[in-house]
């Protein structure tokens, strides 16, 4: 099993849609969740830090289920600007700050 | 925000040849960075964690006679690909770790493209 898994892509979506990223992730002892993006050769970008309590930045809604160590993005109203690919990143362990990679999920946005 | 610069951008070279990539934190300081690869259609993968003043440690599979990390000040960590061969050619990208904006907050450098012939 992968240490984290996220949702083949790609997501080709209209401008306006509301689109939801899954995420799971293997190690129970991760404290840390994010989610990145990456433009075509370009190198990840913080998009947010996702916490227990879940938190939302603008159209953006991350939230972490620590029981079914679970990790979801929610997109509303996408814009042709977010189109990239979404990548799902969790601490390996408590020591040492090493993060895992999800595959990523390629999201398109089309007019 | 926190920004990481890395030089080269890109690099084409021969087989045979050492290539070093350069890692800046250029507006924090930074005693651990990391450097990752990413491979075409894939993601990234550790390859290993600097750390200033001390030995690096590596991820398993990574060769540490093959990709040398040196972090000599805490504003700049080096790798150098020794002896590269063409499947060494990939996306090379670094990440300083600011402690002060969170817990295992890294911000990445915008990547070196190694291409070797």
């Known amino acids: 099993r992968k240490e984290v898994e996220q949702d083949p892509g790609p997501f080709n979506v209209p401008e306006g849609a509301t689109v939801a990223f899954n995420c799971t992730y293997s190690?129970?002892?991760?404290?840390?969740f994010f989610w990145y993006r990456q433009d075509c050769r370009k190198e990840p970008k913080l998009l947010m830090s996702?916490?227990?309590s879940g938190n939302e930045d603008g159209r953006f809604t991350a939230q972490l289920n620590r029981a079914s160590q679970y990790i979801s993005l929610l997109i509303r109203d996408s814009k042709l600007s977010d189109s990239a690919t979404y990548l799902c990143?969790?601490?390996?362990?408590?020591?040492?700050?090493?993060?895992?990679f999800g595959q990523g999920t390629e999201l398109s946005v089309k007019p | 925000g926190a920004v990481v610069s890395q030089h080269p951008s890109w690099v084409i070279c021969k087989s045979g040849t050492s290539v070093k990539i350069e890692c800046r934190s250029l507006d924090f300081q930074a005693t651990t960075m990391f450097w990752y690869r990413q491979f075409p259609k894939q993601s990234l993968m550790l390859m290993a964690t600097s750390n200033e003043g001390s030995k690096a440690t590596y991820e398993q599979g990574v060769e540490k006679d093959k990709f040398l990390i040196n972090h000599a000040s805490l504003t700049l960590s080096t790798l150098t690909v020794t002896s590269a061969h063409p499947e060494d050619s990939s996306f090379y990208i670094c990440?300083?770790?600011?402690?002060?904006?969170?817990?295992?907050?890294?911000?990445f450098g915008p990547g070196t493209r190694l291409t070797v012939l």
């Open positions: 190690n129970s002892a991760s404290q840390s």
């Open positions: 990440s300083a770790e600011d402690i002060t904006s969170g817990p295992d907050t890294q911000y």
């Open positions: 996702v916490y227990s």
């Open positions: 990143v969790v601490n390996k362990d408590n020591q040492g700050g090493k993060l895992i």
